[in-house]
């Protein structure tokens, strides 16, 4: 639902492009039966056609763009997706920056390595001692122990 925005936009204006042309033409095609209207009826196809075109290629367009820029911006996203675990993982290696070992404060594990963990949320700043799992799962900043 969420992926590839750009592409659900490009596939929209080509569905609503072949929509306005046949509804034009449908239209068109009623109002010519009657003999007086036939000039309404080819101005009717030929402006529901204009429109349902650049309605298209303003809807393309824009579905191009967002598309484009996806592809452009994804390897820079990822890699910092990858540093970010890589951090962590390297802080959790160092054993300093663990507290010792004991009981994890959230998930209750015992007789685990143990890292203070500075979490931030709507209520203010809070210190946790959690384990290695829980430090990953929780987007919180390790405090190694003061010495
Ligand atoms: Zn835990």
Redesign the pocket.
């Known amino acids: 639902m969420y992926d590839d925005i750009g592409g659900k936009i490009m596939f929209q204006a080509k569905l609503s492009l072949w929509i306005g042309i046949t509804i034009s033409l449908i239209v068109g095609s009623i109002i010519m039966s009657e003999d007086e209207l036939v000039k309404l009826g080819v101005a009717v196809m030929i402006l529901g056609c204009i429109l349902s075109y650049n309605h298209f290629a303003l809807c393309y367009a824009m579905g191009r763009l967002v598309q484009n820029s996806d592809i452009i911006a994804s390897p820079y996203r990822k890699t910092q997706k990858e540093q970010q675990k890589r951090s962590v993982q390297s802080e959790l290696n160092n054993d300093d920056n663990s507290t010792g070992v004991g009981k ?1 404060q ?2 209750n ?1 015992e007789n ?1 390595k143990l890292y203070n963990i500075q979490l931030k949320d709507g209520y203010g700043t809070r210190y946790r001692n ?2 290695a ?2 430090v990953k799962q929780y987007d919180g900043v390790i405090v190694p122990p003061s010495k």
């Open positions: 994890c959230i998930c594990k685990v959690l384990c799992d829980c």
